[in-house]
């Protein structure tokens, strides 16, 4: 199918916009609808949010010491390190954790610092016989009991001291890895609420990382956090998508302190359109989403009588089922297709659903405020009892890479550049402000204001400001 012709109208950017229209389609379903789709908005204050949040070092530095040393952190998956000795380093600020799979098959996190001298162990992920460290050799096993030291009649005064490296908390949820520098934390559970209930069918234990690309990004972590918890920016960031897209129709919903989501409605135009005819919806989603199941656009026409939301969600049905080994014919629509999209505080989002999952991690740069390290990876089910393919190795971009380098990416990419040259002028624009505050749109921004009022939890600093 060539390109439908692009006739139709944007209409006046303060018209456009139903937040109801997820829960409307969801009436159209012809399968029974999961609990877990209802609308779920608490309701929110109004106070602008000082500049400070993201622009000054001091706020920073409260973070470093009260929220990053508290809080359950997505590390990576267990895909990563399937054998004993494969280790990823998660660096967070001041602390670094080696998060490693031991010769028992249990996964440990290791604080990064030789009890000798303090030599970092590992500068990086890979895979290890012992940890080793590489200045003078002190060495300790898998399990991070120590093993040997050089010239040992030398430290006889260690002797009968604990030398095991010291551990951090490690928990493992569907495959994600999760560590705790927080001895008196909650579990990983608790801290998660209700999801685990909302992605109890979704078999995310049979993922494997498909594609997995990292970059820097000249901003504050939450400033890139943000960008992906609101689809308001959709109509002027990414036109490309309107189409397709309902990004100012979005429900947005929270779950005790931690956890938020978006539910962006696909495969209808987006209410700041007028006159998108059906077959251009067809085309668009197809060529421009990157998450549905086939690109090809010009191997489709839409059946008489059906809608662009029911075509493609039969076609996701259809071949991401086959994929996955699994019947889905339970699945609804929405879950079929629709950017239904979990934020878990502090650094990491997943879109849910049966197909198009991805996943958001979100740090800051090491001590740098205006710096940090976005991971982006892609998810692919395989089927029960299959031996799962090898996950994709981590492609770190340059700074000056654009995503779109990223050909694994595919349609995401330029998607994700779009985001990007908002961030870069984010951290100048925030400094620069007169105003001295940001003001966040009551309903559309709510995850963003959840997000601060966790984070004020953590700091004691009092809601708001
Ligand atoms: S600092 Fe690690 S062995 Fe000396
Ligand atoms: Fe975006």
């Not at 559309?444 to 601060?452: A, D, L, M």
Request: net charge negative.
């Amino acid at each position: 199918m060539n390109k439908p012709e692009e006739k139709f109208t944007l209409l006046p950017q303060d018209q456009a916009g139903d937040p109801k229209l997820f829960q409307t389609l969801l009436k159209q379903e012809t399968v029974p609808v999961p609990d877990y789709l209802a609308e779920h908005y608490p309701g929110f204050s109004n106070e602008d949010l000082s500049v400070d949040r993201y622009a000054s070092r001091e706020f920073h530095r409260l973070e470093a010491t009260r929220m990053w040393t508290r809080t359950w952190q997505f590390v990576g998956r267990e895909e990563q390190i399937p054998k004993a000795g494969d280790h990823l380093v998660y660096d967070i600020i001041d602390n670094s954790i080696i998060v490693m799979r031991g010769d028992d098959g249990v996964i440990r996190g290791f604080h990064n610092s030789c009890l000798h001298r303090g030599r970092a162990l590992r500068m990086d992920g890979g895979t290890v016989g012992k940890l080793k460290c590489p200045y003078h050799g002190f060495t300790w096993s898998l399990k991070g009991k120590l093993e040997s030291i050089p010239c040992a009649w030398d430290f006889k005064h260690i002797e009968g001291q604990n030398n095991d490296l010291p551990q951090v908390r490690v928990e493992s949820w569907l495959g994600f890895v999760f560590i705790n520098l927080d001895d008196n934390a909650p579990p990983l559970a608790d801290y998660l609420n209700e999801l685990p209930q909302h992605f109890r069918d979704y078999a995310f234990e049979r993922s494997v990382i498909i594609a997995h690309v990292q970059r820097r990004v000249a901003t504050n972590w939450k400033v890139a956090q943000e960008a992906f918890m609101e689809s308001m920016h959709a109509h002027v960031t990414h036109p490309q998508i309107l189409t397709f897209t309902g990004d100012c129709d979005s429900q947005y919903d929270m779950y005790g302190d931690n956890i938020s989501r978006s539910v962006t409605p696909m495969a209808v135009p987006s209410s700041h359109t007028k006159g998108v005819v059906e077959p251009l919806v067809l085309h668009d989603i197809l060529a421009e989403s990157g998450r549905m199941a086939d690109s090809n656009a010009d191997a489709h026409t839409l059946p008489e009588g059906q809608t662009t939301r029911q075509y493609i969600g039969e076609l996701n049905r259809s071949i991401f089922g086959e994929a996955s080994g699994r019947d889905l014919s339970h699945a609804t629509l929405a879950e079929l297709q629709d950017a239904i999209l979990y934020s878990i505080f502090p650094n990491t989002q997943i879109w849910s659903g049966y197909c198009g999952n991805i996943v958001y991690r979100v740090i800051p740069d090491g001590d740098n405020h205006e710096s940090c390290i976005f991971d982006v990876m892609l998810l692919w089910r395989h089927k029960e009892g299959e031996v799962p393919p090898a996950p994709a190795r981590l492609n770190r971009l340059p700074d000056d890479q654009p995503f779109s380098a990223a050909s694994e990416l595919g349609a995401l990419g330029p998607v994700f550049d779009q985001d990007m040259r908002n961030l870069g002028a984010m951290t100048k624009g925030l400094k620069a402000s007169k105003k001295g505050a940001v003001s966040l749109a009551s309903y559309q921004e709510s995850r963003i204001r959840h997000h601060h009022q966790t984070l004020d939890k953590y700091l004691g600093t009092g809601g708001g400001k």
